[in-house]
């Protein structure tokens, strides 16, 4: 079965920086659209980066400070982030898109707070 499990969330200062990591398991990274998406209280879920075969993209409000990357040997799938903002706290789901496939599949979801 199809699993994303996110960790690495907490809470850190402004400035700080946080690694999310999202364990994958019941397929291999190659070749599915990974991405990331984060959703704050009261709020609508947005996209934040996507990693696609070699190419990365990212949301203008998360441009230069986060990135995306893979980590092929432990199936595992990172986002980055430096230089936090108070407007970063949010709930961040992994999400993976297989190649050809039927449905998107989503991670639980895990919390970062950016607060002094």
């Known amino acids: 079965q199809v699993q994303l499990v996110e960790s690495g969330g907490g809470l850190v200062q402004p400035g700080g920086s946080l690694r999310l990591s999202c364990a994958a398991s019941?397929?291999?990274?190659?070749?599915?659209?990974m991405s990331w998406h984060r959703q704050a209280p009261g709020k609508e879920r947005e996209w934040v980066a996507t990693?696609?075969?070699?190419?990365?993209n990212y949301a203008d409000s998360v441009k230069g400070r986060f990135t995306i990357s893979r980590e092929y040997a432990k199936n595992t799938v990172y986002l980055q982030m430096n230089s936090l903002k108070p407007e970063d706290t949010a709930v961040y789901y992994c999400?993976?898109?297989?190649?050809?496939?039927?449905?998107?599949?989503w991670g639980q979801g895990t919390q970062v707070t950016v607060s002094s």
């Open positions: 999400k993976a898109a297989p190649r050809f496939g039927l449905r998107d599949y």
């Open positions: 019941g397929f291999t990274l190659g070749s599915w659209t």
């Open positions: 990693i696609s075969g070699a190419n990365e």
